[in-house]
């Protein structure tokens, strides 16, 4: 089983529309948890931090549930410039080397059409 | 510079030889992670430095992949005898300390083995 598991997708979607992406993990130990974008051929960059109560940044809200580790991530009012590629990431210690790493979902496509 | 910076930006290889590929991160930030991107896949984590303390080499693929940090800084990843499956874009990140944090990426060094 994967650490960090999400749907591939794509999603295409419709400006406008609402989206929401969903990412399970397996180390119950886990201690932090973001969302990462990352564009064609380029570097992942941090989206935003999910914290236990929720959050929200603009158009994004990141939900967190530890008792099911589960993560999700909704996106209001789709832009085309939100096509892009949603990569989970959890900090959770691996068993091998003992450290807490981030660790990276594959990452669910998201296409956005006029 | 203010960003993590990899060199070089692209390499192209033949089967059989070593590459040298390196990172310099964020100025101050102690922890230091190499992971691995091949075509449509997700962040392969590779190594870890922290500060003054042994590596974590959990998820280096072969005894064919080895990495140094020097002075707390620089670090250098080496691929000896390379092979057509070590082809991909090998991402640095740094953060400012151990876990919990955002990870600051490099833009890459895409590894092309012929």
């Known amino acids: 089983r994967k650490e960090v598991e999400q749907d591939p997708g794509p999603f295409n979607v419709p400006e406008g529309a609402t989206v929401a992406f969903n990412c399970t993990y397996s180390?119950?130990?886990?201690?932090?948890f973001f969302w990462y974008r990352q564009d064609c051929r380029k570097e992942p960059k941090l989206l935003m931090s999910v914290y236990s109560s929720g959050n929200e940044d603009g158009r994004f809200t990141a939900q967190l549930n530890r008792a099911s580790q589960y993560i999700s991530l909704l996106i209001r009012d789709s832009k085309l410039s939100d096509s892009a590629t949603y990569l989970c990431?959890?900090?959770?210690?691996?068993?091998?080397?003992?450290?807490?790493?981030?660790?990276f979902g594959r990452g669910t496509s998201l296409i956005v059409h006029p | 510079g203010a960003g993590v910076s990899q060199s070089p930006s692209n390499k192209v290889t033949e089967k059989g030889k070593d590459v040298e590929l390196r990172c310099d991160p964020i100025s101050g930030h102690t922890a230091l992670y190499w992971y691995r991107q091949s075509l449509g896949q997700g962040l392969e984590f590779l190594i870890y430095?922290?500060?003054?303390?042994?590596?974590?080499k959990s998820g280096l693929p072969s005894d064919r992949f080895s990495a140094e940090r020097t002075g707390g800084s620089v670090s250098t990843l080496t691929i000896q005898r390379t092979q057509q499956e070590d082809s991909a874009v090998y991402l640095c990140?740094?953060?400012?300390?151990?876990?919990?944090?955002?990870?600051?990426f490099g833009q890459g060094t895409r590894l092309t083995v012929v």
């Open positions: 430095f922290q500060g003054n303390s042994a590596p974590d």
């Open positions: 180390n119950s130990a886990s201690q932090s």
């Open positions: 990431v959890v900090n959770g210690m691996l068993a091998s080397g003992g450290s807490y790493i981030p660790t």
């Open positions: 990140a740094s953060t400012p300390r151990a876990g919990g944090t955002e990870a600051f």
